[in-house]
């Protein structure tokens, strides 16, 4: 079991910039970040894996930028030109497992889920 806990959530307004965080309680193989706007399904939107392989949605390819730092078992998401419709509910997500190519930015491939840090862009 890994416990997950995000943070850096706020408003901000169109264009701006956030940077997430993830703590987790141990190394994992490969981490992601998902998001969740109200009414919508829940959508992967960076991976990185342990070797430091990264995915992009391409909603946010080019403005958001998925790292990790291994010696302290974090994982963050810096997020630029930020959108009104990037408002959600961010998760930082983890798994013991590589998964393949075509399912980095599925639900399915991660076991640990955070409980989500908030994010609001004002237009």
């Known amino acids: 079991q890994v416990q997950l806990v995000e943070s850096g959530g706020d408003s901000v307004q169109a264009g701006g910039s956030l940077k997430l965080s993830c703590a987790a309680s141990?190394?994992?193989?490969?981490m992601a970040w998902f998001r969740q706007a109200p009414g919508k399904e829940r959508e992967g939107v960076a991976y990185?894996?342990?070797?430091?392989?990264?995915t992009y949605a391409d909603s946010v390819k080019g403005r958001f930028t998925i790292s990790q730092d291994n010696a302290k078992n974090s994982l963050y998401l810096q997020m630029d030109s930020l959108k009104p419709e990037d408002t959600a509910t961010y998760y930082c997500?983890?798994?013991?497992?590589?998964?393949?190519?075509?399912?980095?930015?599925?639900?399915?491939?991660?076991?640990?889920w955070g409980q989500g840090t908030q994010v609001t862009v004002s237009s």
């Open positions: 997500v983890a798994d013991s497992r590589l998964p393949a190519f075509a399912a980095r930015l599925s639900r399915s491939s991660f076991n640990w």
């Open positions: 141990r190394l994992t193989y490969s």
């Open positions: 990185i894996g342990f070797y430091g392989s990264t």
